[in-house]
């Protein structure tokens, strides 16, 4: 008997030792699973390293580790990302874009009538109700459906991921919008299988936002506020934490509030500007798409200094004419003070809706490139009584979370704790 257990004792020993020194001296294992965020404005790819723990957030497209999520189709080929964005100004009616919005949508003729309005390219509905784009390419109509759109966008994240890891990619975790019916994700699931990827887990994006924050590791966690400002959208969501388990207690939100509406009020004050400077209207097509360019460099500069310097070539005014300005933060907030002023009504909804001081929120999470603006931060702030945290980028952060979720998923040590989301009814309260 007492050999008996000298056997197993040292069986488990050996046991033990083998995995400790796999996990020390051995190289690490090739993720086995990415995370990919398709969003509705951009979208980026991400691992889990085992060992290390680290979460990398892949190069997709020129330096670039998110992409526009946006698609052209030309008479020469498709365009994804910022090769798409680059040519839009003369391809409007093949350039799609806010194709997320879509995504196993079913809209009704007056929701469809008022989209006609925003977007250039053409959009109808097939005989179930459900959006598509028609296009004309070398005089062919073609017919997408979001999920193409889609699936152009995660094929392109594939293939930097295989480029990144030197292997295959064939599993996925996907985020989508808390708000999401199972239409819509399913059809979220379609774009990835489109390219072969099998879809393990769909999680919420503020799930994927606590994950790469690391709160599901946190004990005294209970309240969670997640304010995720993007490109296109304001969402808002009152997350209830504990040992790991997610329940969404209310969302809010504004599907027209982001980062495109700040950039359309610098865009027009400089056109106004130039049209000042210059005696005329700009209507040049290259040129307005270079103002549109600079614009994003503008805001972004604008998040660390308090002032940048605006210089545009004009070629439609003449050969060496350049549109100079300095730009300052204070004009960026004035230009957008209602706009600003509008990211704190989704967040006092929540609250109301469930009747929670706001004292009793643990902690405040921000996701989206446009949560980056300080003066989106200053009142998130102010409001709270304390500051955000702000420890990950947080363009990043869901994808971030996605690829933890994905290393949980293929047993990626040191990862042990698994993010459920627990089935709620809860609606989203849209604000316009």
Known sequence: MGATFIVIGTAIMAIFMAGYFAQHYLPPPTPKIVGIDLGTTYSCVGVYHAVTGRVDVLEVQDGHQCIPSVVAFTDHGVLVGYKAVAQAEHNPKNTIYDAKRFIGKVVTEEELAQAQKRYPFKIQADKNGLAQFVLSVNNTELRLRPEDIGSVIVNKLKLAAEANLSAPVTKVVMS?????????????????????????????????????????????????????????????????????????????????????????????????DIAKQYNQQLTHREDLQSVRMNVENVKISLTSMTSTQVAIPLKSFGQDVVYRATMTRSEFERLNQDLFSKVLVPIKTVLKTIELPKDEVDEIVLVGGSTRIPKVRELIRDFFGKDPNTSIDPELAVAMGVSVQAGIIGGMWPLKVSAVELPTSVKKIQIS
């Open 176 to 272: 989508v919008p808390a708000e999401f019916n199972a239409l819509q994700r399913n059809y979220t699931r379609k774009a990835a299988s489109l390219t072969g990827l099998e879809v393990f887990r769909v999680i919420n994006e503020p799930t994927a936002a606590a994950l790469a924050y690391g709160l599901h590791t946190k004990p005294s966690l209970q309240n969670v506020m997640v304010v995720d400002l993007g490109g296109g959208t304001l969402d808002v969501s009152l997350l209830n934490v504990q040992g790991g388990m997610f329940l969404t207690q209310a969302m809010a939100g504004n599907n027209h509030l982001g980062g495109q509406d700040f950039n359309l009020r610098l865009f027009n004050h400089i056109l106004e």
